[in-house]
C-alpha cells in the first residue's frame, strides 16, 4: 500500500527557510526517483524538483532553481527539501511522490501535503 507523509511546513517571513520532510513506503521509495510537487491557492499542482534514487540526478523547476534543494535518505525511505531564500509566491501545499511524469493528472494518490506560508 502507498504511503507518503509530509510535514515541516510552517509559516516563515519572506527570505527564511524551512526543510521539508516526505517519508514514504517502501515499495514507493524504493528505486524510485522521488519528487517534490506544489499547489497555490486558486492554482493548479506544479512540479517542483526531483531526485534520482542513486543520488546521482536531480531536476529544478526554473521558479526554485538555486533556492530549493532535493535530498533523500534511502536507509530511511526519505527525501526531504531544503527551501532557502523563500518567496511570498512559494506559499502553497507541498507534496511528494515518486516520480512518474511532471503532469500532476499522472498520479493516482497523493499524501496529505503539507503547508508553507511565506509572509511579505
Known amino acids: 500500500q502507498v504511503q507518503l507523509v509530509e510535514s515541516g511546513g510552517g509559516l516563515v517571513q519572506a527570505g527564511g527557510s524551512l526543510r521539508l520532510t516526505c517519508a514514504a513506503s517502501?515499495?514507493?521509495?524504493?528505486?524510485?526517483?522521488m519528487a517534490w510537487f506544489r499547489q497555490a491557492p486558486g492554482k493548479e499542482r506544479e512540479f517542483v524538483t526531483n531526485?534520482?534514487?542513486?543520488?546521482?540526478?536531480?531536476y529544478y523547476a526554473d521558479s526554485v532553481k538555486g533556492r530549493f534543494t532535493v535530498s533523500r535518505d534511502n536507509a530511511k525511505n526519505t527525501v526531504y527539501l531544503q527551501m532557502n531564500s523563500l518567496k511570498p509566491e512559494d506559499t502553497a501545499v507541498y507534496y511528494c511522490?515518486?516520480?512518474?511524469?511532471?503532469?500532476?493528472?499522472?498520479?493516482?494518490?497523493w499524501g496529505q501535503g503539507t503547508q508553507v506560508t511565506v509572509s511579505s
Open positions: 517502501g515499495r514507493t521509495f524504493s528505486n524510485h526517483t
Open positions: 511522490n515518486s516520480w512518474i511524469r511532471s503532469d500532476p493528472s499522472e498520479y493516482d494518490y
Open positions: 531526485m534520482n534514487y542513486y543520488y546521482d540526478f536531480t
